[in-house]
């Protein structure tokens, strides 16, 4: 893809940024996307992998670079989308390392920039971006599958408080998270999608606990979290009560377009073009080499619309159902790529280990978490080409 | 930077392309050309050409409109999407950005022609049955000045009707492109009787003597001379196919809302929803592929091709996927002649093979991305 042309009056702003990158990022912290063993996740357990993972963190987080275009008042740097992708670039070019993920940079902070109180942005949002606070996501629960708003947790009114209890699943590093955004059932005689609240609540809370979940890849990151009797203050409640549904809405558009983004969160970074010339399969086998090109092509078509759907928000209009489209295809051409990453390594690949096999055993539920990719089919053939139902 | 969203201007340059052709060169025209044996419609370039549209890539010193690549790609998406016949790709978009190139007296003269209609260019390369644009064996041998042409052309696409050809030939020095007349000396035109029930022909060099004025560029350049040409062509044929396989799904999925088996709509069944709504996700990453092209060829044109070859690749595959898929679902109508889907499926697989097939562009996205 043609690189974009960032035009003139950005080339102060690249220059400023690749200045501050020279001198701020540690050369430790530029060995490109590493695997997910270099992800920094930030929380109160989290135990930095090396000094310069923190002082990285530490000083993008000052210059509001974790969450870059976040308004400063919340610890971001304000940047225009531009200028993001700039800088983005600039971390490209000499292979920095993202200084921080977390779904409370990936969801929550945009569900609290939209739906959140002044006073909650300014409670939640900095320690977020300075990536002091992990938070987990309670969506799921048990038998309810792509059934989100079949929400049984149940939130019992006292007034000041709600009262919870109920079991939540699939609930991403809740082991080692601090807090989790939730949604609860506060009204049980509304419809179906009035009933549920959007709630933040400390994971320390009495009454909350959490075991982890072993999948096919060997690893754990996904939790079932159990409520029994918590008291959480109803000043956690993230818009209008009762009308959770919007926030939890809004918010799994950015899990969709996250999880489509592939590569950069998940599973192997390694390009396909990489593996296969480091390979002596990839250079001679036919199929293997046609299969990749097909990959690839629809790859970056893939990257040309996600800028393309950013450049849309950007201007106003939302993506909508359309990230049904982001969530299915991206997570199937994640899989093709690490199918392909398997093929090109053959034996190779098939050990635990350094390999890429864990992260292949781990895009098999690209398609399944966040909604399968027949959830997602289902909404566009009903909602955006309005197939009857 | 430009966003990869439809400008203001280009919103209603569709609209505008929107109602003219669907009034004046809709599919049921192909079907009367067709029918009729005709496979050009003059009087309809005039009206695109005061439209400014023959001119879409005529530099506004040459009397164009000079509107850029993202506009041609406009207008070729709804010429896809109505099956209209014109000779667009050819003269305004490959021959005009390939003499654009050049700001002598002759282009600028022919320029000026092409942006009044007044003027139309078929581009003669392959010479198998496949694009490979760089071998060639049609000769061009010096003589006096000038140079005679000897060898053959395979699908030229515009081939008949148009009055002149760029023809790449090879010659001591390498390859040298020539600007010639259709009705050259020497030159014959085999009429193809093509699936798409357009104009293509075979030509055959029998020592075609031309001015050395008919060489464009230097001796040897003939390909790089080409190459802006080319590519702005296959971007064009990319939007083309794109609007082709958006008609043809949009055909499908009416078709899907009225249709009703066993009691029942067909477009209720979750067999065929899922495929359709898949096929609308081919066709959303297909777009996005065309409208980043058009940027590229806009603001960076000599970083184009890796852009460009995506696109082209991917519409040839989404048109194919498309037709194939809007057949099936229409079932046994979808193969009959009286309905229009026919059509769609003919222009596709033929938008396939033109400028580069799917292998061709792939291999190339696969070469420029390190493997």
């Known amino acids: ?389 | 930077m430009a966003k990869l969203i439809q400008t203001e201007e280009e919103t209603l340059l569709s609209e505008a392309a929107h109602g003219f052709l669907s009034k004046s060169a809709p599919v049921s025209r192909l079907r009367e050309m067709r029918d009729s044996g005709e496979h050009s419609d003059p009087a309809l370039w005039q009206e695109m050409a005061a439209a400014g549209w023959a001119g879409v890539l005529v530099p506004e010193a040459a009397e164009g409109s000079d509107m850029g690549h993202a506009a041609a790609h406009v207008l070729a998406r709804e010429m896809g999407r109505n099956l209209t016949v014109s000779p667009f790709l050819s003269t305004a978009v490959m021959a005009a950005t390939l003499l654009r190139q050049f700001s002598d007296d002759s282009a600028t003269s022919k320029l000026k022609q092409i942006a009044v209609g007044g003027l139309t260019y078929a581009l003669a390369l392959d010479e198998t049955a496949k694009f490979s644009p760089d071998q060639v064996e049609l000769t061009a041998q010096s003589r006096g000045n000038g140079y005679v042409l000897n060898g053959k052309k395979r699908f030229v696409v515009d081939g008949c009707d148009a009055d002149r050809i760029l023809v790449l030939a090879k010659s001591d020095a390498g390859l040298c492109l020539f600007d010639l007349a259709n009705k050259a000396q020497g030159l014959t035109q085999n009429a193809l009787k093509m699936i798409d029930s357009r104009d293509a022909a075979d030509l055959i060099f029998d020592d075609v003597e031309v001015s050395g004025e008919a060489l464009l560029g230097d001796p040897g350049a003939g390909f790089d001379v080409l190459k802006p040409a080319l590519e702005a062509g296959q971007a064009a044929l990319a939007a083309e196919t794109t609007g082709l396989a958006e008609a043809a799904f949009s055909l499908t999925t009416d078709y899907l809302k009225e249709r009703k088996q066993f009691g029942i709509t067909i477009g209720s069944f979750q067999a065929l929803q899922h495929r359709a709504a898949h096929l609308w996700c081919e066709i959303e990453l297909t777009h996005s592929a065309v409208l980043n092209a058009g940027r590229i060829l806009d603001e960076t044109p000599d970083q184009a091709t890796l852009a460009v070859s995506v696109a082209k690749a991917r519409a040839t595959d989404t048109a194919q996927k498309s037709v194939q898929e809007g057949v099936q679902m229409h079932g046994g109508i979808g193969m009959t002649d009286e309905f229009d889907m026919g059509f769609y499926m003919k222009r596709a697989r033929v938008a396939a093979e033109w400028l580069g097939d799917y292998g061709y562009h792939a291999g190339l996205v696969a070469q420029l991305r390190g493997f």
């Not at chain 1, 109160?44 to 090396?50: G, K, L, M, N, Y």
């Not at chain 1, 983004?261 to 390979?279: D, F, Y």
Request: net charge negative.
């Open chain 1, 1 to 389: 893809m043609g690189e974009v042309n960032a035009g003139r009056d950005h080339a102060e702003f690249r220059r400023e940024v690749r200045e501050w990158l020279e001198t701020n990022c540690p050369p430790e912290m530029r060995d490109g996307a590493a695997g997910e063993s270099s992800i920094c996740w930030g929380g109160t357990t989290w135990v930095f992998t090396c000094d310069e993972q923190k002082i990285w963190l530490d000083r993008c987080a000052a210059r509001g670079f974790t969450v870059p275009t976040w308004p400063k008042a919340y610890g971001g740097a304000g940047l225009s989308r531009d200028e993001d992708k700039i800088l983005k670039q600039e971390m490209q070019a000499i292979g920095a390392r993202s200084p921080l993920d977390s779904f409370g940079i990936w969801m929550l902070g945009p569900a609290l920039l939209k739906f959140g109180t002044e006073e909650q942005k300014l409670h939640y949002l900095p320690p977020i971006a300075r990536g002091e606070i992990r938070w987990c996501q309670g969506y799921s629960e048990p038998g309810a599958g792509s059934d989100l708003a079949g929400v049984q947790t149940h939130a019992a009114d006292q007034g000041e408080t709600w009262l919870v209890n109920g079991q939540k699943i699939w609930t991403s590093y809740a082991d080692r998270a601090d807090w989790i955004f939730a949604l609860l059932r506060t009204n049980r005689d509304a419809k179906k999608h009035l009933g549920i609240s959007f709630v933040l609540m400390d994971m320390r809370s009495p009454g909350i606990t959490t075991r982890p979940i072993q999948l096919i890849s060997g690893a754990s990151p996904f939790c079932e979290t159990f409520f029994e009797n918590v008291e959480v203050p109803k000043t956690q409640v993230v818009g209008t009560i009762d009308r959770g549904w919007d926030v939890a809405k809004y918010l799994l558009t950015h899990e969709r377009e996250m999880i489509s983004n592939g590569g950069n969160a998940m599973g192997s970074g390694r390009a396909l073009g990489a593996v296969l010339t480091e390979s002596e399969t990839g250079q001679s086998d036919p199929v293997l080499r046609g299969d990749a090109m097909r990959a690839e092509v629809d790859s970056l078509a893939m990257a040309m619309t996600l800028e393309r759907y950013k450049d849309q928000a950007e201007g106003g209009q939302g993506v909508g159902d359309a990230s049904a489209m982001l969530k299915y295809m991206g997570t199937e051409l994640n899989k093709t790529r690490l199918e392909l990453i398997m093929a090109t390594d053959g034996a190779d690949a098939l050990t635990w280990g350094d390999t890429p096999a864990s992260s292949w055993l781990r895009t098999k539920a690209n398609s399944i978490e966040g909604g399968t990719s027949e959830v997602m089919l289902s909404i566009i053939s009903r909602r955006i080409l309005n197939l009857p139902g």
